[in-house]
């Protein structure tokens, strides 16, 4: 398959997530009820994290699907391949999670193709069945099974983005990045760097997101500030931590990382 699959399972081995509302909560109840979920977000602020996080707690198998330019509708549900000299039919992601009762995950999933969101209509309606028309069959979506999708609605232009008739299908959520007291805890935890050197990495992608639109396509992400404490607290010099995990990701324009490095220097002297 062209699509990225993992999969998780135990509430004991769920990654690290603070919750900044009632977020879970309406995850739990969207599960409960085979509802489906969408999340909107700007890349690297937890979308990802947060289902992990969830599909642990709840105990459910996770299949995350990356989606690309090139990811068809045959890539989540299966094809027919050679297999020691026979033909056979191999299941997808979304055709396991289905048959499993298991959460598929469609991260980015305005990347993939138009026929992807077809074969998803029938999955969140009251239906609830995937059909398989290689093989012939309508598969009834198995209890525990739920579809998740992200994008990041701020980056996507007016070719790639969600209709509206598909984006009524789903309950959505909306993610951003976390205040700065709640972002501190996370970069901590996640990185082990303390609290102190944390908050001003904090402080500084603060203001870095604050250039978006102007210098910067995105802001910096708090993954990126996850990389960079983590340098840090690995023995790696500030300057030189900021500038791998959270300037030069950010663009390639020589004058615009040099403003950028000049803030780096406000902030932290």
């Not at 769920?14 to 409960?32: K, N, T």
């Not at 330019?69 to 297999?83: E, F, H, T, V, W």
């Not at 993954?223 to 950010?250: D, F, N, S």
Request: hydrophobic share 40%; charged share 25%; glycine share 8%.
């Amino acid at each position: 398959m062209d699509a990225t699959v993992s999969m998780e399972k135990g509430a004991a081995s769920a990654p690290f997530y603070l919750s900044q509302g009632d977020e879970c909560d309406v995850f739990e109840a969207a599960h409960r009820n085979g509802l489906p979920v969408l999340l909107k977000g700007p890349t690297g602020c937890g979308k990802t994290r947060f289902v992990a996080h969830m599909a642990a707690r709840l105990g459910s198998k996770l299949y995350t699907v990356a989606c690309h330019d090139d990811l068809a509708a045959a890539d989540l549900i299966g094809r027919y391949l050679l297999k020691g000299g026979e033909t056979v039919w191999v299941d997808g992601p979304l055709t396991r999670a289905v048959r499993e009762g298991a959460i598929c995950y469609l991260d980015e999933v305005v990347e993939a193709r138009k026929d992807v969101t077809v074969v998803l209509h029938p999955l969140t309606d009251d239906r609830r069945t995937l059909p398989i028309d290689r093989t012939g069959e309508e598969l009834m979506a198995s209890p525990g099974f739920m579809l998740v999708a992200s994008y990041n609605p701020g980056y996507q232009n007016i070719l790639k983005t969600l209709k509206p008739s598909t984006r009524q299908r789903f309950l959505s959520l909306e993610f951003d990045f976390p205040p700065a007291d709640l972002e501190t805890e996370v970069v901590c935890e996640e990185s082990g760097l303390d609290h102190d050197r944390t908050a001003s990495l904090v402080r500084l992608a603060g203001k870095l997101r604050a250039l978006k639109g102007q210098d910067l396509e995105e802001g910096v992400s708090t993954r990126l500030v996850v990389y960079a404490a983590t340098l840090i607290a690995q023995g790696m010099p500030v300057g030189r931590a900021i500038e791998a995990a959270m300037i030069e990701p950010l663009t390639d324009d020589e004058d615009v990382k040099r403003g950028l490095l000049d803030l780096v220097t406000a902030v932290f002297g």
